[in-house]
């Protein structure tokens, strides 16, 4: 049995020609460049593949992550991971924020708990697809509380936009903080202590 390679050769003189390529180069000729110049001939389709790799969180769910559980001696102490970086593209200009997530959870007592490396996966997952971030930081929690045996659970991000930094206000370093927290983490001011002296560490 034989298989035809989909692989797209950027360097190849004759394009592969789709709508969204047609688009990109009828806004190089609208800004006055010529979209069969050496420089701009393949970029219509490198940020087409560009953006797929942007979007890849689509084809990744968060309840298959965090399906994989093994139990542990005690399972009632907060798990969290900090600094953890990732990507994602505003779904009003298509373009990148970046920043880091501190994610945390705790688990019912007798709870099995999820794999630590999983965390940051769930957080790709969302991260990579159009977002909000407001939105990306409520899907982290609700996700952990979905598909764990959780007493509450906690996401953190601090990003950068793109929007903001190049274009519009233009403020580049203006750092947005957006918070969800469920549970005890809600509703006891103890244990978000306790978390935020771990972001803080
Ligand atoms: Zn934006």
Redesign the pocket.
Known sequence: MTTTSATIDLDQPVRQRNAFTDGVDAWLAHRGLDPNSQALRGTPMRLFKALNELTAGYDEDPAVLLSARFDVERSDEMIVVTGVPFTSL??????P?TGTATIAYLPAPGAAVAGLSKLPRVLDAYARRLQVQEQLTRQVTTALDSHLDTDGSACVIRAV????AHRGARKPGSVMVTSSYTGRFQADIDVRGELLAHIHD
Request: charged share 10%; proline share 0%; with cysteine.
């Open positions: 505003c779904e009003h200009h298509l373009l924020f936009h793109g929007c903001l």
